[in-house]
């Protein structure tokens, strides 16, 4: 049986790697001060930086169903079955909105929406993971149970250099965000057993942000994932702007974890969506159970 594997761009998967990976990638669209841009398709990173320094006025948004759908119905002119693996519930509607229309008829049996409460380096990665149980003979409706089984265990921490965006996006006040602002306050957020951004813990330094991600990686290791010697456990990490500071906190992981699954760090920028919540030098870690099935 042939499994196809899908996501949208809040994976930080971009077109061209999707291609190399065998995923395709369905764009999340955003408007910027009313006119409508397609992540990877339509704007670059550093038009998207510019403007979010500048104050442009930035909107976010699920992708369209029709758009979903187009790419469904190209995938299932080669593959028997989709595995589609969109944005963390606790983040956007497109998981809902992707479970509802895999239940249409003609989708029915042949497409399976997993929600894997994953963003960025987990969703990739979640994604990889499926191609592969792909090639081992797992079906569609299998690899859907999997990645909803795996989806508590992936563990994501993400520091915010800037409260400026978490306000505009109304996840603080704007009290709390002046308040902060004057106390340097920088927070450490998490996507962790739910899939929704919550706060962490609150640092005033960057290097701060760098010591409590990685202190909170750690603690996940010994405690949910009970793999403190990282048997069956991947280091991955996202940054929005900055790949110096990514490269430099790249080297401190990979001290941290010696004995990480896989040599290879995943460093990846994070997607627009998510980056404009968090802003310039955001940067984030993140630890990743291999699911038992993937295991030699």
């Known amino acids: 049986m042939r499994i196809g594997v899908a996501t949208d761009s809040g994976s930080g998967i971009t077109q061209a790697e999707g291609k190399e990976l065998g995923i395709r990638v369905v764009p999340m669209p955003f408007r910027i001060d009313g006119k409508e841009y397609f992540e990877d398709i339509n704007i670059t990173r550093e038009e998207f930086f510019e403007k979010l320094k500048n104050d442009c006025d930035i909107a976010t948004s699920q992708p369209s169903p029709e758009s979903v759908m187009k790419v469904w119905d190209e995938m299932l002119k080669e593959y028997d079955q989709i595995v589609h693996v969109p944005l963390t519930s606790g983040l956007s509607g497109s998981t809902q909105t992707a479970m509802l229309l895999s239940h249409d008829d003609k989708y029915e049996g042949r497409v399976f929406v997993p929600d894997d409460r994953g963003v960025s380096v ?43 965006y978490l306000k505009k996006g109304g996840r603080i006040t704007p ?15 998490g996507i962790t057993d739910g899939g929704k951004l919550d706060a962490y813990t609150k640092v005033r330094t960057s290097r701060a942000v760098r010591d409590v991600i990685i202190k909170g990686l750690k603690a996940a290791l010994e405690g ?6 990282m048997k069956n456990c991947y280091v991955a990490m996202a940054y929005t ?13 990979e001290e941290a974890f010696p004995n990480r699954l896989n040599p290879e760090i995943v460093n990846r920028p994070l997607s627009l969506l998510i980056s404009c919540h968090i802003g310039q030098n955001g940067l984030g870690g993140a630890i990743i159970e291999r699911p038992k099935e993937l295991m030699d």
């Open 122 to 164: 987990t969703q990739r990665q979640d994604c990889i993971f499926a191609v592969e149980l792909a090639a081992k003979g797992y079906d569609g409706k299998q690899i859907m149970h999997i990645i909803n089984r795996e989806s508590a265990s992936n563990q994501i921490y993400i520091g915010v250099d800037t409260l400026k």
């Open 224 to 229: 949910p994932l009970q793999d403190p010697e």
């Open 175 to 189: 009290l709390a965000a002046a308040v902060g602002t004057l106390l340097h306050i920088k927070p450490v957020l």
């Open 241 to 253: 702007d900055n790949p110096e500071q990514a490269k430099e906190f790249e080297k401190e992981l």
